[in-house]
């Protein structure tokens, strides 16, 4: 799990970013929290290609508010989470414009952050994988691997929002590392998430319009393999949303 926090009052940010953490480790939750002092950055970084699954942001900020940069998010089609922080509910209307997951008002406390993050990751898939990038070690969530192709000497992760990660180890070892279910072998050079494919012929088209190749000779037991993974999955599904309906009587 990735969380972005942008505030340009220094104290406020560090608050609320020693909050987080404190929730993240009371629950053994792996999460790679940044810092913003300014929505811009904020902005570019997720231009570039950055991935948060969510992102706080403080409504009165030096140059953008929090509800232009909320706006501008969500013009570069980010999906994810949006709460905003603030001393007012001035801007309370606005923030369901850009369908905000929440609203919290300073002073920031424990019970207002946990009661938000206990909503916020009911529902959230929170396996990662580790991948080191220079002196940084990112956090990618499996449900936002794409799949992972291999390259010549290295190994390259393609995510949600379109980054990518250069890994120097062998197609066979991320494997193992990820040993989830979701993800499939499709071929000597790629290992494909199966929540992402849209189709399946000759080889594997992406959500996103990427192609996976298929091994040939094992074209109709990796298909197979994939029907197999989506009739469990619709099935599995159903039964939950079978149990949550009321029940009569």
Known sequence: M????CDDNALDRALIMDLLQQYLED???RC???????????????????????????????????????????????D???VFLTG??????????????GYLLKPHSA???YKLMDRLTHDFDI????????????????????????????????????????????????????????????????LVNMDYIRQADKHFELLTGDIVSIRQRDLKAIRQQYL??????SASDSDMKSKALPQGG
Not at 45 to 68: H, N, Q, T
């Open 228 to 233: 197999d993974y989506i009739e469990k999955k």
């Open 127 to 190: 396996s990662a994988y580790q991948v080191q990038q220079w002196n940084r070690l990112i956090l990618i969530p499996y449900n936002d691997i794409q799949y992972v192709e291999s390259s010549n000497s290295k190994c390259i992760l393609h995510s949600k929002g379109g980054a990518t990660y250069n890994i120097y180890k062998r197609l066979d070892t991320i494997e193992q590392e990820l040993n989830d279910p979701r993800f499939l072998r499709s071929h000597q050079s790629f």
């Open 80 to 82: 994810g989470a949006i």
């Open 32 to 78: 790679e929290l940044t810092g913003y002092e300014d929505g811009v950055t904020l902005i570019c970084d997720m231009e570039d290609g950055l991935w948060f699954d969510a992102v706080f942001l403080d409504i009165y900020m030096r140059g953008l508010l929090g509800i232009e940069v909320a706006r501008r998010l969500r013009s570069l089609h980010y």
């Open 111 to 113: 019970e207002k952050i």
């Open 88 to 101: 007012t509910k001035k801007f309370a209307v606005d923030s369901y414009e850009v369908s905000a997951f």
């Open 27 to 29: 629950r053994s939750i």
């Open 2 to 5: 990735r969380i972005a926090i």
